[in-house]
């Protein structure tokens, strides 16, 4: 009996977090991406600092959309840096020692709270629990890219053997 409620709790616990959209289950609210408003021609412009705020000049700024760089480019005698022709979408700054996401926007469709430019802090720590390839990434991006179709599989895998245990706590059929 104290099986089954377990059993159920656990199945309860699982549904609640299908039911969560996928933002809520996403980095943590410091981590996010930042939106940020591109300029005419899909320019990105921004600068390059390190943690005491001083420009970086000649850093190599790679710019990413998924695992794929769109645009490289290097940083002034300012620590400035410019890219054009970027489309709206989620893109990684990267540096040798530092990254940050950032959401574009297409110069009018951009939310009032965007920034206009970026500011790319080198010299951070920059951890990350990311795995890009080898043996079996198939089907693990599949697994990202289909959220709700795992949740579901994942679903049925706890929801089947409850169910099953169930029907057998209930005595034999007479």
Known sequence: MKRTRIQTALAAVACVAMVLPPNALAAPPGERSADVAL?????????VVDQQGIAQPNHVVS????EQEVVRTTTDHNG???AQG??????????????????????????????????????QEVVRGQWHGGYGAG????IRSHPYITAGIVAAAVAIPVAVAS?????PNS
Not at 39 to 46: N, P, T, Y
Not at 63 to 66: C, M, Q, V
């Open 86 to 123: 970027l489309r709206g979408g989620q893109y990684e700054l990267v540096t040798d020692d530092g990254l940050g996401v950032y959401r574009l926007w297409a110069e009018e469709t951009a939310p009032p709270a965007a920034s206009d430019s970026v500011v790319l802090v080198s010299g």
């Open 139 to 142: 089907w693990l991006n599949w």
């Open 167 to 171: 029907q057998d706590d209930d005595g």
């Open 39 to 47: 300029r005419a021609g899909g320019m990105l412009v921004g600068q």
């Open 80 to 82: 400035v840096f410019a």
């Open 63 to 66: 710019i990413r959309f998924g």
